[in-house]
């Protein structure tokens, strides 16, 4: 089990052991004595994480490969805007796609029916990919050098923050149908992201939602992060986020060392 977020992800190497009490009931604090202990298995976890992360990160600019990590709750539309994006940039760019979710292959499959090669990781109890996990993916793909690599994360606003994956950029999506409240309720997420999809734009006739509400908040935990307001079912703004790849793409290209072309 992660320690890190409490959820059921075997991270490869922890040892960590379950703890039950004598007196037979759980309850939401920790005891002073585990609580030292506790922090140190946080600390592990996430320092080896972050090893495999840094590997990840060397391998893919050896390559010119730009990856990026999508997370988002359940359903904000990562996959419909990972098909739209294929389907714009299948041809002109190498593309690979790493899916994943607790249970089900069904986005790998709906990547694979887009016509583009995809491994699913199914997480079990897991709420998070992990940079091991993805790292032995990335391998198994077939992704020419200077291709685009897209990680689907686990729908989850909370745990894939703390979990590097080695990728370029973390790309947080909130649609419209979740509340403007969202980056101030899950800041972590929010802050870690260097890009904000705000997707489903389409349905804002129809929902309460307060776009410059929403702009505010993700501003005042990220003031940096780059914003993309797009609907993948209407495809209005998709193409700013088609250009932002595309440039993501070349820069990839560019950087990578002259030994590895
Ligand atoms: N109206 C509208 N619906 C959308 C849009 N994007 C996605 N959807 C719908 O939202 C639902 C969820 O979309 P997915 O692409 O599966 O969302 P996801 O984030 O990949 O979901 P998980 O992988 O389960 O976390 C589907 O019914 C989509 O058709 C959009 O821009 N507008
Ligand atoms: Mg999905």
């Known amino acids: 089990m992660c320690m890190t977020c409490g959820c059921g992800t075997s991270h490869p190497h922890s040892h960590e052991h379950a703890h039950t009490h004598e007196h037979g009931h759980s309850h939401g604090y920790t005891h002073a004595g585990q609580k030292g202990r506790r922090l140190s298995l946080e ?18 600019r050896a390559q010119g490969v730009f990856a ?3 997370v ?7 996959t419909s805007v990972l098909v739209r994006t294929i389907e714009a940039l299948r041809g002109a ?3 690979a796609v790493i899916e994943g979710d607790q249970q089900t292959d069904n986005d790998a499959q709906r990547i694979h029916a887009a016509g583009v090669p995809a491994i699913q990781i199914n997480t079990g109890k897991g709420c998070h990919l992990d940079a091991h996990a993805v790292g032995h993916a990335a ?9 685009l690599l897209l990680i689907e994360n686990v729908g989850n606003l909370v745990c ?7 990728e370029a950029h973390k790309v947080v999506m909130l649609s419209v149908t979740e509340g403007e409240d969202k980056p101030i309720k899950y800041p972590d997420m929010f802050a870690a992201a260097d890009v904000l999809l705000l997707n489903k734009i389409d349905l804002l006739p ?4 307060d776009v ?3 702009l505010t908040y993700a501003h005042r935990i990220n003031p940096g992060v780059r914003v993309f307001q797009l609907s993948a079912r209407s495809g209005e703004g998709l193409s700013a986020w088609f250009d932002w790849l595309r440039d993501g793409v070349d820069s990839a290209r560019r950087e990578m060392p002259q030994q590895s072309r």
Do not use: H
């Open 206 to 209: 129809y929902v309460d939602f």
């Open 160 to 166: 894939p923050a703390a979990f590097d994956l080695g």
């Open 93 to 95: 760019v190498p593309l």
């Open 72 to 78: 988002s709750s359940p359903g904000s539309g990562k």
């Open 43 to 60: 600390q592990d976890i996430l320092a080896e994480n972050n090893r495999y992360a840094a590997a990840n990160r060397v391998a893919w």
């Open 68 to 70: 990026l990590n999508l």
């Open 212 to 214: 410059a509400q929403a």
């Open 139 to 147: 391998q198994d793909l077939p992704l020419s050098d200077g291709g």
